[in-house]
């Protein structure tokens, strides 16, 4: 009898158990873009941000996530102005009564994830969780200690549980996951129906119509010439490999990017196409007449709210070089602009705010100086005035002692690439409000370890205003 009842308690936990490991196997197929999207955009490691999840919503089942969608115990503080709920955490009175806690209510699960971000990133955090952001960002176990170090959260042995859930379940993983190629040949995407910014859409067969389409995928005709503005004879075969939307395109990109660099011989349709965005919306968004095609190298915003001033379209010739009140800035946190996202509202915000904390950068190596024997003729035709000195954040130390960080006041360069640059030429980039080392490396056609050779960098951190040699 005393056998049987322990085989049926063993049996009964062995069930519990592996029903918890595979709703925390659930959460992070679930959210896993999402922290992808969010190291990117703000340089959390996406493991932290999934063991951080998993642990302080009980892989979102804890009340909090259910009823507030609030998956990282972010609590109201002052300037909290939007929806609360109130649960028993870890506060006492008087008395050493526990009394409920304030925490924050999210829109959606995203809003959420966002605003974990912006919690450790807020300006006036930066003494606290500045820090942590000069740790190399696949280094997920200084993370998870500096948290702590931090005070994030209360238990002893905080580090220890990240760690064990990152390794657990392989999140580390996804701290090296690349951006979105939109180039990767048809060929390779032949099969399927697949899916760009949640829109799903095939790509075309040798000598397929929109009625074959229709049947194989199973959406009507009708609405396959309403979904692809660009296909006009349903019975005319479709050049091979083209994209053909099975659903209608969004009014704004929900993936990585904020921005889209144009480049030599694309136009607003093909940058429609890329991203599933309806082209219509697109042409208001950026200010621009329809049917105007933008210049090579202008930046043509996918989401958010609407830039300053449209983009330099290609009949107004050559793209100069701008200065720096002329760049477009990013507004918004990502695109999200209807989500209650920690920072978004805050008014005491000081004036010369920005995304990545102070880091130690080496000075460019000084070119040794040729004196010519004839005039040299500058390139630029107009001079472009000396921008204003940005002001130098604040430094932090590193706790972890390991580096030196000294303040870096880099000089705000006017520089844009160029279409076609000479070989032999370097190339600089100046850090704008959004960018990372990883899409830096992107829009230029390299990759983050030859960035960090050719700037002398020993780490990913960069900061507002750094130039940044990227060829």
């Known amino acids: 009898m005393k056998k049987a009842i322990w085989l049926a308690v063993a049996l009964l936990t062995g069930t519990q158990v592996w029903s918890q490991d595979q709703d925390f196997r659930n959460y992070v197929e679930k959210y896993k873009d999402i922290a992808v999207r969010e190291m990117e955009r703000a340089g959390i490691p996406a493991s932290i941000k999934l063991a951080q999840g998993l642990l302080e919503s009980n892989a979102g089942k804890s009340p909090l996530a259910r009823h507030a969608n609030n998956h990282f115990g972010i609590k109201c503080g002052n300037d909290w102005k939007g929806k609360t709920y109130s649960q028993e955490d870890d506060e006492y009175d008087a008395n050493g009564k526990l009394v409920k806690s304030c925490f924050r209510v999210y829109k959606s699960d995203e809003a959420s994830f966002v605003a974990h971000s912006e919690f450790l990133r807020d300006p006036l955090k930066t003494n606290r969780y500045g820090f942590l952001f000069l740790i190399d960002p696949t280094d997920y176990k200084r993370w998870a200690q500096g948290l702590k ?136 968004r950026n200010r621009m007449t329809l049917g105007t095609e933008p210049a090579v190298n202008e930046r043509i915003k996918l989401r958010g709210s609407k830039p300053k001033n449209r983009p330099r379209l290609s009949s107004e010739g050559a793209v100069p070089t701008p200065v720096p009140d002329q760049m477009p800035k990013d507004k918004d946190v990502d695109g999200l602009l209807d989500m209650e996202v920690e920072g978004t509202n805050t008014t005491n915000k000081p004036k010369n705010t920005y995304n990545s904390p102070p880091v130690e950068v080496e000075p460019e190596p000084t070119l040794p100086v040729i004196t010519p024997q004839k005039p040299v003729t500058l390139p630029q035709s107009d001079p472009v005035p000396p921008p204003e000195k940005p002001a130098t954040p604040p430094v932090m130390e590193d706790p972890f002692n390991e580096t030196e960080t000294k303040p870096a006041t880099p000089p705000v360069t006017t520089d844009t690439p160029e279409t076609n640059p000479p070989a032999d030429t370097p190339q600089y980039h100046t850090v704008i409000k959004g960018d990372t080392l990883w899409n830096i490396s992107q829009r230029y056609g390299t990759s983050v370890d030859e960035l960090r050779r050719l700037n002398n960098m020993a780490n990913n951190n960069i900061q507002l205003g750094q130039r940044l040699r990227v060829k």
Request: net charge neutral.
């Open 149 to 284: 170090r931090a005070g994030y959260a209360t238990s002893a042995t905080y580090p220890e549980k990240l760690i064990s859930l990152i390794e657990r379940y392989e999140l580390h993983k996804y701290d090296r996951v690349s951006t979105i190629d939109f180039e990767t040949p048809a060929e390779e995407v032949m099969v399927g129906i697949l899916s760009v910014n949640d829109v799903k859409y095939v790509i075309s067969d040798s000598s397929e119509t929109l009625a074959d389409i229709a049947r194989r995928s199973d959406v009507s005709l009708r609405s396959l010439l309403h979904y692809n503005e660009h296909i006009v004879d349903e019975g005319k075969a479709i050049p091979s490999g083209t994209k053909v939307f099975l659903q209608p395109k969004r009014n704004s990109y929900r993936g990585r990017q904020t921005w889209h660099y144009v480049k030599a011989g694309e136009n607003m349709r093909d940058i429609s196409m890329n991203y599933a965005l309806n082209l219509v919306k697109l042409y208001k």
